[in-house]
């Protein structure tokens, strides 16, 4: 349930600064980088502490780029933010 929150709520983020930042593809890129690197590494180590072998945060981050190459049609943006999720 908890991947279906961050899935729903990485949408949520993606219109949000679509709105707010007039479609800067080099800021939204970074800022869903970022969010992205955060949320995988919350899943992970909550994962790792349970000790499940699960693939479900890869499972939930490959569903949120889907997503993302899917509203915004930018390479340029999908590059950015696969660039910027190990940094976050």
Known sequence: M??????GAGVA???V???ATGKDHKLIGILIGLWEGVVLSHFLSKH????SRSKDPYLALATR???DIYLSHSLSRFALT??????G
């Open 13 to 15: 983020l993606r219109v």
């Open 65 to 67: 780029m889907a997503i």
């Open 2 to 7: 908890e991947h279906v929150l961050s899935i």
């Open 48 to 51: 790792i502490r349970s000790r």
């Open 17 to 19: 600064l679509d709105i």
């Open 82 to 87: 696969c660039a910027w999720t190990p940094v």
